[in-house]
């Protein structure tokens, strides 16, 4: 059993972030010229989908266990309070660290500038673009990668740590400032949730919270109309 979960993992974390790096760095500058935007969008979204779908089709049958064993888990009242807390107040927080890299260190993220080419797209495409981190990030770099570590080390900072740097690695298309001082302390308080609670849909929810604000909220303002 324990063979079987270390081979699993190697080859979910090795192949999740090199398809991923792929992705990113190869095939989207390779397609973004050949497509339309939409279509671009389409096939990079489904790309990440299809990336999540494996693993969790290699957790129920490769390793055979449970989704509970990565972390799915019903949400109480009280959890469900607290996801809504964690969600407004981390967005909250993603514009206040924005305001400070670019007002105080006097980077630009250029962060607004997404947000209002976003305002363009149909609000559920919006919702999707939402979504997709939310489930696909928090079972690949906090539930997958945390509990199997934990399994085979007996220790949860081993691959706490692992999906904090491979989640923080991943964004840094974004630019060096805004990884460092955006998604890294972000991707710290969602890891440390994780850790806490050991409850995934706790994780996918309060992150889904956050992109809804981002994507789907503030492109409704009127000062990005």
């Known amino acids: 059993m324990k063979s079987r979960l270390i081979y699993s993992t190697a080859v979910v974390l090795c192949l999740s972030l090199a398809v991923q790096l792929l992705l990113m760095y190869k095939i989207t500058p390779w397609l973004v010229s050949r497509v339309s935007q939409t279509a671009f969008m ?62 105080v260190v006097s980077i630009q993220t250029d962060i607004m500038v997404v947000i209002a080419a976003l305002a363009k797209y149909p609000i559920w495409v919006r919702f999707l673009l939402a979504a997709r981190p939310a489930f696909v990030e928090e079972i690949l770099y906090r539930g997958y990668t945390i509990e199997r570590v934990n399994q085979l080390t007996g220790k949860v900072w081993p691959g706490a740590l692992i999906g904090l740097v491979i989640f923080t690695a991943l964004h840094s298309n974004m630019g060096l400032a805004y990884t460092v001082s955006v998604v890294l302390p ?24 956050i992109d809804f604000l981002v994507l789907v909220l503030l492109p409704l303002l009127p000062f990005l109309s």
């Not at 009242?77 to 407004?88: N, Q, R, T, V």
């Not at 991707?187 to 850790?195: A, D, K, M, P, S």
């Open 186 to 209: 972000i991707g710290i308080i969602l890891t440390g949730l994780y850790v806490w609670k050991r409850n995934l849909t706790l994780n996918i929810t309060v992150h889904f919270l």
């Open 42 to 103: 389409a096939i990079f979204e489904t790309c990440f989908w299809v990336i999540a779908l494996g693993v969790v089709a290699v957790v129920l049958y490769w390793e055979r266990q449970p989704l509970g064993s990565i972390g799915f888990r019903r949400l109480t009242g009280k959890e469900g309070l607290l996801a809504l807390l964690l969600g407004i107040l981390l967005f909250v927080l993603v514009h206040m660290l924005v305001i400070f890299v670019e007002r």
